[in-house]
Every structure is written in C-alpha cells, then in structure tokens.
C-alpha cells in the first residue's frame, strides 16, 4: 500500500506533462517562436519590398517611436477609445445584467437577444453600422428624421469627433453581451438573504445597490474591466470595415497604424515594434488581470 | 363563496415592474433593431434600401440579393463583382476551416484538460497560468513571423496556415472551459471501469468522453466561432477565393466604394448565420463556459 501510494504522484506526473505535450508543442511553435522572432524583427530594419537592405539596427526603431507622430497619434487614439468604450460597456452591462437578474416575463428571449451581438462577427459589425451611420440612407438619420429630431441628414462619420464617437459606439454594440455574461454570472452568486436582510433594515433600491450589490460584484466588474480593457485596446475589425482609420487618423488606433504599416508599407521592422508595445501594455494588463484571479482563488488546480 | 377580492389598503404604483419593463424594452430594441436592419436590407431592391425616408418593412421583398451569389445579375457583376464571386466560396472556406480548429482543438484540448481535472502534478499551476498568458498575447504581435512562417513552408493562401493560426488562438480557451467541466464528470464512472480492467484509453474513449460530452461540445463551438469570426489574420493570410474566409470577402464589400448596400447586408447576414445559430442552439452551455472561463479574450 504504502508502495503504491508513493508511486502514484509520480506517474500523475509525467502522464500530466505526456497529456499536455501535444498542446504545448503547438503552442511552442506558433506562439512561443513567433513571438521571440517578432521581436527580432522589431531590432531590424526590414520592410519586404526593400529585402536587400535589411540590416541589423538595436532599439532604433524603438527609438523612432518617440518621435514617430503617426505613432503617438494612435497611441493617443487607442487610449481614448479605451476610455470611452469601456465606460459605455461598463454602464450598459451593469443596467442590463441587473434588469436580467430579475424575474419577468421575457427574460429568456432578452437573455438570448444579448447573446446576438456577441456571435456577429467583428467585420459584420463594422459593416451594419456603416449602412446605419451612412450620410445619405442611413437608418440613424432615417429614424431621427422620423422622430423629429433632426432636420436633415447628418454626416455622421466625416468630422474627427463623430467618427470617433460612433466607431466607440459600434464596437460597444459589440463587446457589450460578454461582459453582460460575466457580470449575470456574478449576480447570480449573491446571496437573496442578503437583499432581504437589507430590506428589513428598510434600505432604499440604490443603498441596497450600493451596500449589497455593488461589494459583491467588485471581482466580476475587475475581470470587465482588464478583459474589456485588452480588447478595447486592440479592436481592429470594426474600425477597419466602419471607417478604415479615417477621416484622417482620427479613428487610426495602434492595431491599425500596426497593420497599415506591415500590409500597406510592408515595413516589417517597424511593425514589429509597434507590436511589441501593443504586447507590452497588453501582458501589464494581463499580469494584473492573472493576479487577480490568483488572489480570488479562481485559480485553483 | 363569495368571491375575495384582494382590495389594497392604498394602491402603489409598481414603479419597480414599471422601470424594468422599460429597460426590458429599450435593451431589446437596442440589441436587436441594428441586426433588423441589415437583414431587411437583404430583402431589398437596392431602390428601396437607399430611399429616403427608408423603408422600415421590405415593400417589395425580394432574394435577388441572395441569388446574386450564385449568379449575379449585370447590376451586380459591375458593382463588386469580384466579391460577390468570391462570397459563396468564402463560406465554404470558413465552414471547412472553422470545423477542422474545432475539431483538432478539441482533441488537443481533451488530453490537456484531463490532465488538470484528474492529476495532481508538480508545474500544473505554472502550465495553466502559461495558457492563459498565451491567449493574452495579442495577434498583431505574432502575424509577422506567421506570415514569414506561412511563406517559408509555402502555406499562404492555404485552409492550413489558418487552422494552425486559429488553433493557437482557441486553444487555452479550449483547454480552461474543458477542465471546468472535466471536473463535474464524477471520477467513480473511471474507477468502476478500471475495476473492470478497462485500459485508460478505452475507459476515456468509453466511459469518461461520452459523460462530459456536453462540455466538449459547447469547447468545439467555441472554437468554431473564434474561427469563424477572425479577420485579421485571414486578411494576412489568404489572398484568393481558395482560401479567403468569408469575414475577407464581407470586408471587401465594405471597402469597395460603389457596393450595393443591400449586396453587402446579405453577405453579413450570410457570415452571422452560422455563429449565430450555434450560440442560440447552445446558449445555456456557452453562457456557463463563459462565466465559468471569463477567458474570452
């Protein structure tokens, strides 16, 4: 007995790592490489239409960046669109994950409504709001016509601002239903004693958010925030279908800059670079993020 | 009996129910007018769709715009014809690629997954951390040296060099939902069958895959959906109709100054069908995976 239990650790051991072999050779050879290669391709000056010049060059292209206007100009973008995407989810998940924590009738069909735009392709996305945001047939200036609320039709992509916003509030559209998940999730764990308990106390609709609700949904809101904060920050199909960066780089976010300059200029050396600063904001965030779910003990094997 | 009528002391208004069907309402509304829109557009005449004041209910419904795909009209061949001859192509593609990620995930992912449900073993924290990191790394970061890859081994424009690429990227999604539901999998179902001398491959194949086949299931169309849905390494990756997913071929439309409008809304209705029949077909498994995982990316 005591032979056989000494054993079994042992063979769990290698049959584990036997078992995760597979997985991890692949992830070996398309991640792991290509990543460590990216970034020898960032030290470089490598652009595909000019093979022979290729050369060696250390951080110069990093050194670019901090004079390089198209890249701080998207960096710029990024930022903001983070900020303003992520503020609308965060509000829009909220009320909506609180209005399917109750019980009424309809809520399944609502339930499945929200799953809608979380299976629309990014591209799909980027190309029905420009048939609804379009200046001359638009179902937006239709529907606000109609209403009364506009007099004429608007051009609602041309101006820096419009554009902005409303690329902001395309890709919402989108990412909106996953956090709605997260957060229905975390309020489906919080205890109805809880809420009772507070009632008895006679505290009002918004104490009982404030003191019940809001303390428990701290961990799901975080993981909305990281998670929705790593895609925000890399959105890219929604934007390059709605307004391709434009007008001007007013909607040209990192990700776009990045892949204009690797597919349009071929410039290999310094998209790589710009990728691996989108990577080194991306794994900060990510090391919080995994953190997080570490302390939370959600981490458990 | 006399009939009880509850009469209320002093009728409230039921602000609460009220506000809630409101928000019931608005949401709704909201998640759903947008996709209304561009599927009536696909029941259009291109006449109708661009009229102003619009058309809110296709007045003279029509599948010319479908048909199109299969033989395009003069109209339509001069306008975007390239890409409305790639399209049904396109969704070929996809269907082909989408299955086989699904499929070789899952068959990566199981092994993996098993082991972190049922062995205790030394690094198992480190591994499963290793595969979130990974799933962490953005896109853009890797599809230089993919794309260099891809051109080496002459796998550009290839169904390969985007099952591999999307492989990558479902994966330690694939592996975090399938360990959660390994774990429910009762362990007394292996032990009774290693009892009765089954082999361990024999007791997976037999015993243990059918009882957790809920959960690979809803893994396989995770991954189906991951890959139906990328763009932008397809957009590297492929160039001609015999690779190119249909998320290239709907960006095209977009990008193509004089598409027709109800043209482009039925290739986006065409590329949202397939996804969203599975997430509706699954949703109770894919909301648990979701929550469970949070690992969405």
Redo the contacts between chains.
């Keep these: 007995m005591a032979v056989l239990a000494e054993r079994r ?1 042992l063979g ?2 290698a ?3 036997a ?2 072999a ?3 050779i ?2 070996a050879l ?6 460590a ?2 970034f020898w ?1 960032s030290l470089q000056k490598n652009n595909l239409k000019r093979p022979r010049a290729k050369e060696f060059i250390g951080f110069a292209n990093y050194q670019a960046l901090l004079s390089d206007h198209a890249f701080l100009s998207a960096l710029k973008v990024s930022a903001l669109f983070v900020v303003v995407v992520l503020g609308l989810t965060v509000v829009l998940a909220l ?2 994950a609180l ?1 399917l924590n ?1 019980q ?1 009738r ?2 399944g ?16 996305n ?7 945001f ?1 200046a ?2 638009g ?1 937006l200036n ?2 606000l ?2 209403l009364g609320l506009i007099d004429e ?1 608007h051009a609602w992509l041309t101006s820096g601002t419009g554009a902005f916003l409303f690329t902001a509030l395309a890709q919402v ?1 989108n990412t909106l239903p ?1 956090s709605v ?2 957060l ?2 975390g309020l489906s764990t919080i205890p109805s004693e809880l809420y009772d308990a507070a009632t008895v106390d006679r505290a009002g ?1 918004v104490q009982r958010f404030v003191q019940v609700t809001l303390p428990w949904l701290l961990h ?1 809101l975080l ?1 909305v925030l990281i ?1 929705e904060t ?2 925000a920050f ?1 959105a ?2 929604t934007i ?3 307004t ?1 960066g434009g007008p001007g780089d007013a909607t040209t976010t990192i ?1 776009l800059l ?2 204009q300059t ?2 349009t200029f071929t410039d ?1 050396g310094l ?2 670079a ?3 600063v ?2 080194a904001i ?2 900060l ?2 090391v919080g ?2 953190g997080l779910l570490y302390r939370k003990g959600n ?1 458990e ?1 | 009996m006399s009939t009880l009528v509850k009469v209320p002391l002093r009728y409230r208004i039921p602000w ?2 009220i506000v ?2 409101v ?2 309402v608005a ?2 509304l ?3 007018l ?2 209304y ?2 599927v009536a ?1 696909s029941f259009m005449h291109e006449v109708d ?6 058309h809110w209910i296709p007045v003279h419904p029509t599948l010319e715009n479908y048909l199109g795909f299969l033989h395009p009209n003069e109209a339509q061949q001069l306008v975007g014809g390239r890409a409305i001859d790639e399209t049904p192509y396109s969704l070929r593609n996809s269907l082909i690629v989408a299955t086989s990620t699904a499929i070789l995930n899952l ?3 199981t ?2 997954a ?3 449900s049922r ?7 480190v ?3 290793l ?4 799933r ?11 794309y ?2 891809m051109r080496t081994f002459g796998l550009l424009d290839t169904y390969l060099a985007l099952i ?2 999307y ?2 990227f479902a ?2 999604i694939t ?1 975090w939902i399938l360990k959660d539901f390994f774990r429910s999998v009762p362990r007394e179902l292996e032990e009774a069958a290693r009892v009765d001398r089954c082999g361990w491959f024999r007791t997976m194949w037999s015993v243990f895959l059918p009882v957790a086949a809920p959960g690979l299931v809803a893994a396989a169309v995770f991954a189906f ?1 991951t890959a ?2 990328e ?2 390494f397809a ?2 990756l492929t160039s001609t109709k015999a690779a190119k997913t ?3 071929v ?2 095209n ?3 193509d100054f004089n598409t027709q ?1 109800t043209v ?2 039925s290739a ?1 209705v065409l ?2 069908v397939p ?2 029949v ?3 077909l699954f ?1 109770r498994k ?2 648990q995976g ?3 995982g ?1 690992v ?2």
């Excluded at chain 1, 398309?30 to 990543?35: K, Q, R, S």
């Design positions: 650790p769990d051991n049959k584990a790592w078992l995760n597979p997985a991890m692949v992830i398309l991640v792991a490489y290509p990543i290669y990216s391709v009320i909506l209005v109750e009424f309809g809520r069909l609502l339930l499945s409504l929200a799953l809608l735009p979380w299976a629309m392709p990014g591209v799909v980027g190309l029905m709001w420009r048939t609804i379009d001359k047939t179902a239709g529907l016509t109609q039709y559209w996953f998940i997260i229905l999730a609709a799901p993981i998670l790593m895609n890399r890219f199909d390059y279908v709605l391709g990700a990045d892949v690797v597919l290999f998209g790589s710009y990728a691996w989108i990577t991306t794994l965030i990510s993020y995994i981490f094997v | 609460k129910k809630l069907y928000l019931a949401f709704a909201y998640l759903v947008p996709f829109w561009i557009m769709a661009i009229s102003v004041p619009p068959v990566l992912a092994f993996a098993y082991s972190f062995l205790k073993f030394r690094g198992s924290q591994l499963l951390m595969y979130l990191l990974t962490m790394v953005p896109g853009i970061a890797i599809i230089i040296p993919f260099l890859l591999l690429s492989t990558t994966l330690p592996i959906m139906w849905n763009f932008m957009l590297f249909i998320p290239v709907a960006a439309f977009a990008t409008f482009m809304a986006g590329a949202v996804p969203l599975l997430a509706l949703q894919l909301v979701m929550a469970a949070s969405k990316g």
